[in-house]
């Protein structure tokens, strides 16, 4: 994403630097949403997904289709979802709301399948920041050109959800989803959410199972 010379009274004020950050409802994301820490498992399903849907396209995009997503895939219950058959995909598809991709809509239903199996163990919470050993990661960042794309911590989860039956995880949109479940805090340093984010990151608590 490239923000060199992209300004606006938003961007000025926050220190992020993100294209179109002066439209209220992307505003509002960053402002209350992005690093702050998930603490449910559906939350954290329906951002995998949503990420995934996200590849090769903006994220804004699928932010102001988010309200559709939910409606499309009955609020990201992943038992429903696993129990969607080919006239669910035949409806998605057909679907002006959402991003119809085949493949895409395939893999939200394999996903579902894994998410259930993978949450007769643990938690989908736990499983996700048993790899931060110490915590979430507080970066330092000054401009939005040192933010990296991928780590090798978002190759390693990756491989892991791969391993666990999950599809559309790769190392790069495993590492947006990191950023913006609040795994990772890559608000640039002279953000206001930076701080705020790093007090949230640093008091949060994974959902166990009992």
């Known amino acids: 994403m490239n923000t060199r010379n992209h300004k606006s009274r938003e961007t000025e004020k926050s220190g992020c630097q993100w294209p179109g950050l002066e439209h209220p409802l992307y505003a509002r994301y960053h402002d209350k949403e992005w690093g702050v820490p998930k ?9 995998l997904i949503l990420e995934g ?8 995009t699928i932010l102001k289709k988010r309200p559709d997503f939910r409606k499309a895939f009955a609020g990201f219950n ?11 995909i035949e409806r998605l598809m057909a679907d002006t709301g959402i991003v119809r991709n085949r493949l895409k809509i395939e893999a939200t239903i394999t996903n579902a399948h894994a998410y259930l ?37 978002s190759n390693q989860l990756s491989k892991a959800l ?4 999950f599809r ?3 190392p790069t949109t ?21 701080l ?7 008091a949060y608590q994974p959902e166990t199972i009992s």
């Open 53 to 60: 849907f996200q590849a090769g396209l903006s994220w804004f």
């Open 174 to 194: 495993t590492y947006a989803f990191m950023q913006s479940v609040g795994m990772v805090n890559d608000h640039l340093i002279g953000c206001s959410r930076h």
């Open 78 to 88: 992943p038992k429903t979802i696993a129990a969607f058959d080919e006239k669910d």
């Open 162 to 165: 791969k391993d666990k039956g």
């Open 39 to 47: 603490a449910k498992d559906f939350q954290l399903f329906e951002k």
């Open 168 to 170: 559309f995880v790769g």
């Open 117 to 153: 199996d993978l949450v007769e163990h643990t938690s989908f919470a736990e499983f996700l920041w048993s790899y931060l050993e110490n915590g979430p990661i507080q970066n330092s960042w000054r401009k939005h050109e040192e933010v990296p794309a991928h780590t090798p911590l």
């Open 196 to 202: 705020e984010c790093t007090k949230l990151q640093h």
